[in-house]
């Protein structure tokens, strides 16, 4: 959790991920003939294109995954991104997640830089904070962060 | 599909941030296609346009406006949007029109005005968008290139000095182009200077965004003889597959790749230039010059790659060596690239096509790439699109 940031407790997407602060998981969908995981959710048909199903079983993602690439924010982002003033850069992480063979982006937890980081680190999914025009604590988001000890 | 056709003109506005209506542009850009080509106006009979989407209705249906502001002549258009592809797609129309008999000349033509900044997505509480909710958590165009960037960095071992050096370059390359926005030689230590965006590139790794425009006039090979042009740079192959499930990089705007579970991955970028190749019955050793998106310094190295210039992980190593400037092996991005003219998007396509025709008739003075036979094109852009053009003399 960002820090002062304990009262955000609305999802910035609905339905994108748990919001349960020791363990959250992102939320997909797994195709029920073929395996293929979603995220986000897709629910409507399979696209695999060897695969016609329509049947999905909603599924938590993966935790943990391998980081596969990062970067940061220098410059505040256009809307629909708020950004806290004054803007302070962060850390963007690109995480490999090994059942699902997928890799999904995040923003990384306060404090932790380019600096720290290191393709293959395990990574872990935390809840942390995004400002917000209407909602003053501001609303939930998933970030990811290096795995206490990990190295690459 | 079989069959070549001709550009018998090419002309482009210069690239800048004019602020004039689109259609100013690819006004321009056509009637100096037009006089390139020698032809009359009246002697075109489709006009294919890239479409824009940040010019309202008009740019929706570009081909039609400009087409207009021609003076309308009764020929058919069409308009294309397909993201950085828009130009291709435009093109491959009025090649498919040419050679199925149906009309003998065509201009192709795109041009853009665009604002100033990040491009932003449209307003509104939007999550069914995927553009919408990366902007909304902090994912923005320059992530998505310095991710691949860094991945570079950490599986080859490139360096940002190597990033640099992509736009030392080709600044190089663009200080004596007319049509190029930026005309200044930068060198490493400027580039090193300038302030980052996105680790690991700087601002001058990144490409802006400008107002441009590029037409092309085209033909069938009967027509071009008959007007004594039987020795027009001719266009061998047009690509613009769309992904093949899964993809294997996480693409703008998704914030995940497709899972690998049921499939293994693949990649996009290579198939663009892989389909244009076998379309043209040749291999990555026949092409004398490219031109590459370089959307940044470091996307460069991967499309030298992905086009078979080199082999995987060894475009820096190739840079480095001078291989791909003019006057080394394989020169690339000859006209600057992106880095020189900021992009347009419906123009840019068009643009490279304009470059490789110059340099395949000998005629792109100061940045000429001696004996260039045979050129290629690559770009991706948004959404599964993409392109490769590969022209020959």
């Known amino acids: ?152 | 599909m079989s069959g070549e056709v001709a550009i018998i003109g090419v002309g482009m506005h210069p690239w800048g941030k004019w602020g004039h209506n689109f259609a100013e542009y690819g006004v321009a850009a056509a009637q100096a296609a037009i006089r390139d080509a020698g032809i009359h106006w009246r002697d075109v009979r489709f006009i294919s346009g890239g479409g824009t989407v940040r010019n309202g209705y008009p740019g929706y249906v570009a081909g039609a406006t400009i087409a207009q502001a021609l003076g309308w002549q009764g020929a058919e258009v069409n308009t294309s949007y397909a993201a950085c592809a828009s130009g291709s797609q435009a093109l491959a129309a009025a090649r498919t029109k040419i050679l199925s008999g149906d009309c003998e000349v065509a201009l192709v033509v795109g041009a853009d005005t665009t604002p100033k900044g990040f491009l932003a997505p449209a307003k509104g509480e939007r999550p069914d968008d995927p553009d919408w909710v990366r902007f909304r958590i902090g994912i923005t165009n320059p992530t998505y290139f310095a991710l691949y960037a860094r991945r570079r960095m950490e599986i080859y071992g490139d360096t940002q000095d190597d990033f640099a050096l992509v736009k030392v370059k080709n600044s190089e390359h663009g200080f004596t182009n007319e049509n190029a926005r930026y005309r200044k030689k930068f060198t490493a230590e400027d580039v090193a200077a300038s302030a980052m965006v996105a680790d690991p590139l700087r601002l001058m790794d990144v490409c802006a965004t400008s107002d441009g425009g590029a037409a092309l006039i085209v033909c069938s090979l009967d027509y071009a003889r008959r007007i004594g042009k039987a020795d027009a740079v001719r266009i061998a192959a047009i690509s613009t597959v769309t992904p093949s499930f899964p993809s294997a990089l996480v693409e703008m705007p998704d914030l995940a790749t497709d899972s690998a579970v049921a499939a293994a991955p693949l990649s996009f970028r290579s198939a663009l230039p892989q389909k244009a190749y076998e379309q043209a019955g040749i291999a990555p050793e026949d092409v004398s010059v490219a031109e590459v998106y370089d959307l940044s310094t470091a996307l460069e190295l991967d499309w030298i790659e992905d086009c078979g210039l080199c082999a995987r992980g060894e475009a820096a190593a190739l840079t480095r060596s001078g291989a791909t400037k003019i006057g080394g092996r394989i020169p690339v991005n000859p006209s600057g690239g992106l880095a020189c003219f900021g992009e347009a998007v419906p123009a840019q396509a068009l643009a490279q096509v304009c470059e490789l025709t110059w340099q395949l008739r000998g005629q792109a003075g100061s940045r000429q790439v001696e004996g260039a036979r045979v050129g290629i094109t690559a770009n991706q852009g948004l959404f599964g699109h993409g392109s490769s053009v590969i022209v020959k003399r």
């Open chain 1, 1 to 152: 959790m960002s820090d002062g940031a304990a009262q955000a407790s609305v999802p910035v997407l609905d339905g994108w991920f748990t919001t349960d602060g020791a363990a959250p998981h992102l939320i997909g969908t797994r195709c029920s003939a073929c395996g293929t995981y979603y995220f986000p959710k897709l629910e409507t048909f399979c696209r695999n294109p060897d695969c016609e199903s329509s049947q999905f079983e909603t599924v938590e993602l993966s935790r943990k995954g391998k980081l596969w690439s990062f970067t940061n924010a220098c410059y505040k982002p256009p809307e629909p991104f708020i950004a806290a003033e004054p803007f302070i850069p962060y850390a963007i992480a690109a995480v490999e997640l090994e059942r699902e063979k997928m890799i999904v982006l995040g923003q990384v937890v306060d404090g932790v830089g380019v600096e720290d980081l290191k393709a293959g680190m395990e990574m872990e999914l935390v809840l942390g904070t995004l400002p917000d025009a209407n909602v003053p604590e501001g609303k939930l988001t998933w970030r990811w962060k290096p795995v206490e000890g990990a190295s690459a």
